[in-house]
């Protein structure tokens, strides 16, 4: 549950805020968040704030909010939050370089049945355009928790896409995450395997299987799009015959790997959304395996890549 | 209510003189547009920085093409310094048509419209929920009250009763192509409806500037200040030209003959 590990991640920095008489953090909502933000709305009215539905003035508050020294965490569904107030994202908050959070639910095809409107399938690369945001991607709750922790004191703007309701992955390499820094989840010398968002879960579960056949995987995990841990890429493909991107995405993350490993010779296999609008409802899982993004269905791609 | 000092206002007159004709110039020299929208609302800037406004209050231009004007008083006010001042218009210049980042004493850098409301209430509703003292001023022009952003902006401050906020639009009746499509009435009645105190000034008078400003009010304020594009050349007044080209030599000694 992403969305309640960052609600209970907030209220816990703001009763401890209230604890040491500090009034920093601001959570202010595009009327979202029914059933999850009540007891901070209860505890804290004094930080909370229901912009309406109004998204590009609720941008604009809280870039006005991070100006008079305020830490803002803004949340909504993605593509009211990044794209309904584009500019408002570009000029008033990245372009003066605040410290202000987009919180934005719903990453890839988390809403699948609520359609097109709703699916932020480009979110990724929508969000790399602009200069000075960092992006954040992470792939569980725990995952949730440890940014919420090193977001506290973080001076940039951020954008962090969670997704619904997914349980934790329990990686067991929580506490080695670093904003910036990409995360290896299991090491390995043939494939490597790079993962951001939920698509890590498909990622280990893949890892697995094709180290059955003696295939020797390591995972990568991207929970930082930007800024993008070249080096560690760089380093983890030397040597590997094949290297394999998956993402909820348009391809972002395949854009940064691909172009990162341009002088090693290894084939790289792009698992991704396609760059089309969704015109099907249906459960996630549905259209994931339909975009051949489950494990099962990229373990025979790679397979047939690899004979 | 402070006692209105005319020896001020005179003050600010000859300043408006001064500085009129400062822009004239820079506009001239640069043959960077709009200095119609300057001189519309250049005596309501010399007003709040010179006059009304103290350390404790903040000031966003959301009409952000009137740049220049809030550069004359700026370095009027010694915040911008000569150096600075003079690189106007050249190559590598850090004062841009439009306010650019990191300028001193710019709040925030604006020129696409329909920005500046919305920062400037959560600039107030910050210094609010601080029990902060102060006040946050936003200028906004006419023509942008047709954003939807800064209708979403005017019901946020009247849903949440930003009463430390003070918006003054300087309704020249000129946008850029046309005369205001959204009409200074119909400005009036979208904030008065939204629970906005609404007021009427003259942009031009000294004193009616700054008896709105002393004035008590109930709630955000809305201050619709008539203005003329062009200001002070009667060449250029009240023409959609003036929003465009820059001043020629002419219409500066036309300024200097009618003093
Ligand atoms: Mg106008």
Known sequence: MMRKAFAKSLLEIMDLERENKKNDTYLITGDLGFSVFEPIKERHPDKFINAGISEQNMIGVSAGLALAGKKVFVYSIIPFLLYRPFEQVRNDICYHNLPVRLIGVGAGLAYSDAGSTHLPFEDLKVADAIPNLTILSPSDPKEVEMFMKHLEDFKKPVYMRLAKNEPNIEHGKYSSIKIGKALRLRDGDKILIVSTGIMTRAAMALADMLDNDGGSVEVMEIHTLKPFDYPAIVSAAEGKSLVVTIEDSTGALFDKVASSITGIDSKVLKFSLPDEFVHISGSRDYLLDRYGLTAEKMYEKIKEVIA | ?259
Request: hydrophobic share 35%; with cysteine; aromatic share 6%.
């Open chain 2, 1 to 259: 209510m402070r006692d209105l000092k005319m020896k001020s206002a005179d003050e600010l007159k000859a300043l408006s003189k001064e500085l009129r004709k400062d822009l004239l110039i820079k506009h001239n020299e640069s043959k960077i547009a709009h200095i119609g929208s300057d001189l519309s609302c250049l005596d309501i800037l010399i007003a709040l920085h010179f006059e009304i406004m103290g350390d404790d209050d903040r000031f966003v231009l959301s009409k952000g093409h009137s740049a220049l004007a809030l550069y004359s008083v700026l370095h009027k006010k010694r915040i911008i310094d000569d150096n600075t001042y003079d690189s106007l218009g050249k190559d590598g210049s850090r004062l841009g048509e439009h306010p650019l980042y990191g300028t001193e004493g710019i709040e925030i850098a604006t020129g696409s419209l329909g920005h500046g409301l919305s920062v400037a209430a959560g600039i107030a509703l910050s210094k609010e929920r601080n029990k902060e003292k102060g006040k946050v001023y936003v200028l906004l022009s006419d023509g942008e009250c047709q954003e939807g952003s800064t209708l979403e902006a005017m019901n946020f401050v009247g849903i949440n009763k930003i009463k430390s906020l003070i918006a003054i639009v300087d309704s020249n009746k000129w946008q850029a192509f046309d005369r205001t499509l959204l009409g200074e009435e119909r400005i009036k009645e979208e904030f008065a409806a939204a629970g906005w105190n609404v007021v009427e000034i003259d942009g031009h008078d000294y004193e009616s500037i700054i008896r709105v400003f002393e004035a008590k009010n109930e709630g955000p304020l809305l201050i619709v200040a008539h203005t003329v594009l062009g200001k002070g050349v009667k060449s250029m007044e009240d023409r959609l030209e003036s929003h465009y080209r820059p001043p020629t030599k002419e219409q500066i000694e036309e300024f200097d003959e009618e003093l």
